[in-house]
């Protein structure tokens, strides 16, 4: 098994330099520098120009601000936005408890509803209730994220009233941030009605976030429950006169998960990429809104290393997943 | 659903709202939701409207300022001012008793005096002065408005008294002084930031003499100013003003309709109408100070014949291209490089009718009877002067194809527009420009001038010796109706050159509930909510 970790901590080298590599180029691959951006329409003197490069050290060749960028991150600095000055470091750790809280909600709606949906397709195979859920998850998974999430406000809040536009809380409740996390914060802010309030807030973006990863958890759900519910120690454990729950729930369901829980991993990647669509819908301040402003004002520093954290991220998620997968399955980690 | 369950669930979602207890009265509290975040609170380094719209026009104030809705200059931190005969010597008076915020963060001592003017202006002309270096993005704005080649000194002649020393004569000066840039700052404040190693603090929480004192900014999600009660024109009606960030403006529009907020900034042209249809809501519109144009490369042969670009402004038929850009009432057609709202226009003024026998004719009498080639530059994704750029390409390469000209659309993302534009690289290339002061000035000089020509920001590339004495000696003179008299003469000249294809003035929409009172649009483009009120 420590083999097992050591070669996959060994992966993990690369794939950092690889990123690390990967971001640099690509911000500096789009056309436009940050002070071009800056100035928009207006006239930019190329003395002016020159001096602004200079100053925010980007004259130098390119290997040379690669070596720097490593160099920084060796010493652990992330740098500075071009844009406000505030430290990358700070403003990430500032906008990703929101990222965290709506996507942690978006999974649970994805994971609780997917795997009662995919468990229940499954038992009733060829039924309406089956060929409806692979409909909807098909449906789901197609569908754009952005027209997705205006249809749900113009349905939920703007005709029924039943649940706010956007934002994170009502702007009637001034929270002070402690911990980031919106439910949290209103909870320890005292004030009457605010962690209900930030409830009602999450529940579109997280439907809207988590339907891909739903649609995704559902199907795989149900194809690894038929696979398990044909094995013969599921067959031997109905002979023996289990009762159905246990059948399904104890022998079937848990050794099913195994596939659907590597999916779970997976899934993170595809809800931080999808938070930046449904973070823009709902005015969420988030990493994934964030990054998209970065972008547009060629703040290399925030897209540097705001993708790399975020790469860092799902890099440790998927490790922490492998190591699990390892550990419930011998087959894997005795795989050269 | 079970019709059992379904006021269930209703009562659970509703109930939180009912739970939620009035913070503040409805009525002292105004939510915006504002297009984008703040880049910071430091105005003087950065040049978008937004930063704009939450600091220069809520917690700083300059010492001359726009009257509210119009171009005309009014006094603020300066009560009045002197300009010398020679146009080079600007005396102001500052208004006495103007106290800065007090805020958590900041316990002002003393009054707003010279220093402050000094201090805000010094710490971006002068390459000594210890605020100087601290911008690591510079001053863009002041540097773009060429400031620093234009004052000569600032002199302190008083607790209450400074002159402005220019290098030269520039009518647009007082009108420079009322833009974002000009704002003034606590020297006091500052000085205590720099003692204490906090320098980074001034672009954090702001502090100035404005009617909005800043209280918080929730990065990306909203920036909270309260009323300022010890403000010199009197306390504003709102206790508190709140700017909900709320980027989509899809999204915006159901907020406002929602009742989440109480004016919508900048909706699409194309929701105009159903928004006009909402009994709960007024929309305004205003005659922006924008002009979008199609520059003409005149470096280019055969566009550097003058007949080639009269015919090319001959084939537009810039009326279809309005209705599709901008909807019906959505702008308004352009002549000229500034809007008709400007003084210094001239209403005899006419556009090219769309005429393309005549436009053949003129293709013909130039040697091109069987046209040319040429390449049509746009941007990606549209923006206030060219909602769709893509097909605004299109129709001009259709128009153009019906003179024989065979035109080819070429795509650039903006920052490389600009920059392959500057360089003089593009035949024809779609542009636009919004006034920062109101001076017909703002649109000449940096579009159209033989300067501008030569650092790239003339897209036409077009220098014309007598258009550009004109619009040089207009700058210095003082007197507005001299002024105007020239600049007509240079827009006729402009006119029958036609280095441009001049588009449209779009208009600029707000979108607002029914019981906000007092709010008016800005020709500048700028917001500024500190006299509005809410009465149901």
């Known amino acids: 098994m420590l083999s097992f970790i050591a070669r996959r901590l060994g992966l993990l080298i690369p794939t950092f330099f690889g990123v690390t590599l990967l971001t640099f180029a690509l911000i500096r691959m789009i056309p436009g520098d940050p002070v071009e951006v800056m100035m928009g329409e207006r006239r930019v003197d190329p003395i002016m120009h020159a001096e602004a490069m200079e100053r925010l050290g980007l004259n130098k060749p390119l290997y040379a601000q690669y070596l720097d960028y490593i160099g920084q991150l060796a010493r652990g600095d992330l740098g500075e936005s071009l844009r406000t000055r505030e430290s990358v470091w700070s403003e990430f750790l500032t906008l990703f408890p929101a990222t965290v809280e709506l996507a942690l909600a978006a999974l649970l709606f994805a994971g609780s509803l997917g795997l009662i949906a995919g468990v229940v397709a499954a038992l009733k195979r060829g039924s309406l209730f089956d060929h409806g859920v692979m409909g909807i998850s098909l449906a789901g998974y197609s569908m754009p994220i952005f027209w997705w999430g205006l249809l749900l406000i113009m349905f939920f809040s703007v005709g029924l009233g039943w649940t706010p536009v956007s934002g994170r809380i009502d702007l009637l409740y001034d929270i002070e941030p402690v911990t980031g996390f919106m439910l949290i914060d209103s909870l320890l802010s005292g004030e009457e009605g605010a962690f209900l309030d930030a409830l009602r807030h999450l529940i579109l973006p997280a439907i809207v976030l988590g339907t891909i990863p739903l649609a995704v958890i559902a199907r795989m759900t149900r194809s690894a429950m038929l696979e398990v519910l044909r094995e013969d120690y599921v067959r031997t454990a109905r002979a023996k006169g289990l009762s159905p729950a246990r059948v399904v729930f104890v022998h079937g369901l848990r050794n099913a998960l195994i596939p659907v829980l590597t999916v779970f991993g997976l899934q993170v990647g595809a809800l931080l990429a999808g938070a930046v669509l449904t973070e823009t819908i709902f005015s969420w301040p988030g990493i994934g809104k ?39 399955n011998p087959r894997i980690r005795h795989q050269k | 659903m079970s019709n059992a369950l379904r006021p269930f669930l209703r009562l659970l979602l509703c109930g939180a709202l009912a739970a939620a207890s009035q913070v503040y009265a409805a009525g002292a509290r105004l939510v915006v939701c504002s297009e984008a975040s703040p880049e910071g609170f430091d105005i003087v380094q950065y040049t978008a409207a937004t930063t704009a719209d939450a600091t220069a026009e809520t917690v ?51 009054e707003l005096n010279a220093d402050d003017v000094l201090w805000s202006f010094q710490r971006q002309l002068d390459p000594q002065h210890p605020w100087h270096q ?39 000066f007082l009108a420079n002084l009322a833009m974002g840039f000009a704002s003034i700052y606590s020297a006091e404040y500052a000085g205590q930031l720099l003692a204490q190693g906090k320098s980074e603090q001034l672009n954090r929480l702001p502090v100035g003499t404005g009617p909005l004192v800043f209280e918080r900014y929730a990065k990306d999600a909203q920036v909270r100013f309260r009323g300022n009660p010890e403000h010199w024109a009197g306390a504003p009606a709102l206790e508190r003003l709140i700017f909900a960030i709320t980027p989509e403006p899809n999204v915006r529009q159901q907020r406002l309709k929602a009742g989440d907020c109480q004016i919508a900034l900048y909706p699409r042209p194309v929701d105009i109408p159903t928004l006009k249809a909402d009994p709960a809501l007024r929309v305004l519109e205003l005659d922006s100070l924008l002009v979008a144009y199609i520059g003409i490369n005149t470096r280019h042969p055969p566009l550097d014949d003058v007949r080639v670009r009269q015919a090319l402004n001959l084939a537009f038929d810039k009326s279809a291209y309005i209705r599709a850009q901008y909807g019906p009432g959505g702008a308004s057609p352009a002549v000229a490089p500034y809007p008709p709202t400007l003084w210094g226009h001239d209403p005899a003024l006419s556009g090219w009718p769309h005429d393309l026998a005549r436009a053949r004719q003129l293709l013909a009498e130039a040697g091109h009877a069987d046209g040319f080639e040429l390449a049509i530059w746009t941007r990606p994704g549209g923006g206030p002067t060219n909602p769709n750029p893509g097909i605004g390409a299109q129709m001009l390469q259709a128009d153009l194809a019906a003179i024989g000209i065979r035109a080819e659309i070429r795509v650039f993302e903006w920052g490389e527009l600009i920059k392959r534009a500057k360089n003089g690289e593009h035949d024809l290339v779609f542009m636009g420009w919004a006034g920062d002061n109101g001076d017909p000035d703002n649109f000449l000089t940096p579009n159209l001038s033989c300067a501008a020509a030569q650092s790239g920001e003339n897209q036409a590339g077009w220098c014309h010796a007598e258009f550009d004495a004109l619009i040089a000696r207009a700058r ?61």
């Open chain 1, 290 to 328: 964030w990054l998209i402003e970065s972008i547009g004002a060629r703040d290399y520093p925030v897209v540097q290393n705001g993708i790399l954290l975020i790469a860092c991220l799902v890099i440790l998620v998927n490790f922490v997943v492998d190591i699990l997968y390892g550990l419930a």
């Open chain 2, 60 to 110: 700083f104030e300059r010492l001359v300022g726009f009257a509210p809705g119009s171009t005309a200059l009014i006094p603020a931190l300066a009560e009045r001012w002197q300009v010398s005969a020679d146009g080079l010597s600007y005396t102001f008076h500052l208004r006495q008793g103007v106290k800065f915020h007090r805020t958590a963060w900041f316990t002002p001592s003393r």
């Open chain 2, 134 to 172: 601290l911008s690591v993005r510079g001053f863009p704005y002041a540097e773009a408005m060429a400031i620093a080649q234009l004052i000569e000194r600032i002199d302190k002649l008083g607790e209450h008294r400074v002159r402005f020393v220019l290098k030269h004569p520039e009518a647009p």
């Open chain 2, 476 to 536: 210095q003179l003082p007197d507005q109706a001299q002024r105007a008299a020239l600049y007509r003469r240079a827009l006729a000249i402009f006119h029958e050159q036609a280095p441009w294809i001049p588009l449209a003035h779009p208009k600029q929409f707000s979108a607002l509930r029914r019981d906000v009172q007092g709010f008016v649009l800005s020709p500048m483009g700028s917001n500024n909510f500190s006299r509005v009120r809410r009465e149901p």
